[in-house]
């Protein structure tokens, strides 16, 4: 099918063109191969991708391009099992979540047994474009707890307190049950309230 190759070659252009057929359209000319098809979700989507990518996992651009990537690829050679074309946007974002989760176990537990260097969070990945000072602030303050939390907290709290996401569309992305992300969310809220106690009394 030729994605990687379409992938390596395209990443550095811009994408969220709304323009032309639809996502539904896309996907079912996609499936039968049609490579323009493929080229075209991937310019769409590439740049809420990038973005998702990049403050889930706030690490190296490599760390976030590889993500990319891998989402993409997962995604395109897995368009079969969408059983509706017009969620595409949808189901790809939750590709990246879930992608990114194992990704971020993975750099969890290679930290602990000594055989990478311990993550380097870039702060001003969490903080949105138009964001206000006060909050920003308030956020990089937050999230520079992040390399502490637990993998699910710390992917549960990002999708509730950087992308907004309610608890269903938190439930759907990371693939577990809405009580489940509720759980989660209200651990990471308190192992986050404990870290703001413990930097204001110093």
Known sequence: ????????????QESGDRTGP????????ARTGT???QEALFHR????????????L???????????QDAFVQALSRLGELREPEAFGGWLSAIVVRTASKRLRRRRLLTRLGLVRRE???LD???LEGTSPERATELRQLYGELLHFPTEERVALTLRRVEGLDTPAIAQAMGISASTVKRR??????????AWQRRTSL
């Open 125 to 127: 990945a969490f903080v």
């Open 120 to 122: 380097e969070v870039n």
């Open 45 to 56: 989507h590439l740049r809420r991708v990038a973005g998702l990518a990049h403050r889930l």
């Open 58 to 68: 706030a690490g190296s651009s490599e760390d976030v391009d590889d993500l990319i």
């Open 22 to 29: 639809s996502d539904g359209r896309l996907v079912l000319e």
């Open 185 to 194: 969310l209200r651990k990471a809220e308190e192992r986050a309230a404990r």
């Open 35 to 37: 490579r323009t098809a």
């Open 1 to 12: 099918m030729g994605v990687v190759r379409l992938l390596r070659s395209s990443a550095a």
